[in-house]
């Protein structure tokens, strides 16, 4: 298959979908009312623009596909949860979750005057590109680990019945670097 030999777009607004429809009505697009979250389609190359409220979920759903790069407008703000480094006050669970998963390249900054209507927020434009497919109970185990961030991982990990290493136990979960959550989370 060629460059452009298959395309197939979601969107969840019908309004979108049917402008949309008829703006690829004779091409090679397919175009899809729903969500592609909950339908696990399989692709080589994903770009998308996406409501900044589903940035985390996306991350979430991304980790579990096999694909080979996504190029993705994302809220500034969020990027650097997902690039935080340990023991930042913005590093979190999607932050261990993303750079496990994923080398993320930051390629350009969007205007706030490219959107109908203006965001409030700084936008970017992310290059994802896969290092690790995980499991969906992986992704929830690295979550809920994270829901406990300011706790010893000794206790976390206790309380969640996960799996202990001794060599970092008496450190809080927030300072693990995510070569490490990966050893407690992932087999």
């Avoid at 930042?88 to 994923?102: E, H």
């Avoid at 959107?115 to 434009?125: A, G």
């Avoid at 995980?134 to 309380?159: G, Y």
């Avoid at 969640?160 to 136990?169: N, T, V």
Wanted: aromatic share 8%; hydrophobic share 40%; glycine share 6%.
């Amino acid at each position: 298959m060629g460059l452009g030999s298959s395309f197939v777009g979601y969107e969840v607004d019908r309004g979108n979908f049917e402008e949309t429809r008829r703006a690829v009505k004779g091409t090679k697009a397919r175009i899809v009312l729903g969500d592609a979250f909950d339908e696990k389609p399989e692709f080589d190359v994903l770009v998308s623009s996406l409501p900044y409220s589903e940035s985390a979920r996306f991350v979430r759903w991304l980790s579990s596909i096999a694909f080979s790069r996504a190029v993705v407008v994302l809220q500034e703000d969020f990027v650097k949860k997902m690039t935080a480094p340990p023991g930042d006050r913005d590093y979190r669970g999607v932050s261990a979750l993303a750079q496990i998963c994923f080398g993320i390249v930051v390629l350009d900054r969007v205007e706030r005057a490219s959107f109908s209507p203006q965001p409030r927020v700084n936008s970017v434009i992310v290059r994802f590109e896969p290092k690790l497919q995980v499991t969906s109970s992986e992704v929830a185990k690295v979550i809920r680990l994270f829901s406990l961030r300011r706790r010893r991982v000794d206790s976390a990990v206790a309380e969640l019945g996960m799996k202990s290493d001794r060599s970092f136990s008496l450190r809080r979960v927030v300072s693990l670097s995510p070569e490490e959550v990966h050893l407690l989370c992932m087999p």
